[in-house]
């Protein structure tokens, strides 16, 4: 797999240097999720302050894809609302969907621009996708646990 030079660095650089990899045990919901085709695995929390995502905080073994997009993603989306996650959410899951025909809004994406390249592994894809799925899984159900 070839990816552009600076974004192999973004990449390793969360592989080596992950962000928020630290389980919390006060998290609204948890979740488990692998990807059996790669052998990739996360866990991942998810604290809700309203609407407002307080904390994604995750553990995880796997490629340097997985754990890179899981380490970009907490970063991006820590902060944002609900809505707001699931819109950039689904920036990422069209990018990856792209084949490599699109370069992704760094405006939006942020580090996950760096991922691009992936969309034209579809093997790989699986890979990047894991840990937002374990996010979106996460949210809902702490997002349903506080409306209760
Ligand atoms: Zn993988």
């Known amino acids: 797999m070839q990816l552009d030079n600076l974004y192999q660095e973004v990449i390793l650089d969360h592989y080596k240097n992950p962000q928020n990899k630290v389980l919390a045990s006060d998290n609204d919901a948890q979740v488990h999720h692998v990807n059996p085709s790669c052998g990739d695995e996360?866990?991942?929390?998810?604290?809700?302050?309203?609407?407002?995502?307080?904390?994604?905080?995750?553990?995880?073994v796997g490629c340097s894809i997985s754990q890179a997009s899981t380490s970009i993603m907490s970063d991006l989306l820590i902060g944002k609302s609900l809505d707001e996650a699931t819109a950039i959410s689904e920036d990422f899951l069209h990018l990856m969907q792209s084949k490599g025909s699109e370069e992704?809004?760094?405006?939006?994406?942020?580090?996950?621009?760096?991922?691009?390249?992936?969309?034209?592994?579809?093997?790989r894809i699986k890979c990047a996708l894991l840990g937002w799925m374990a996010f979106k899984d996460a949210s809902v159900q702490a997002h349903s646990k506080e409306e209760k």
Do not use: F, M, R
């Open 42 to 60: 996360v866990t991942l929390g998810v604290k809700l302050d309203g609407d407002k995502i307080a904390s994604i905080n995750w553990d995880g």
């Open 104 to 123: 992704g809004n760094p405006d939006v994406l942020e580090d996950a621009v760096a991922l691009a390249g992936v969309s034209k592994y579809p093997a």
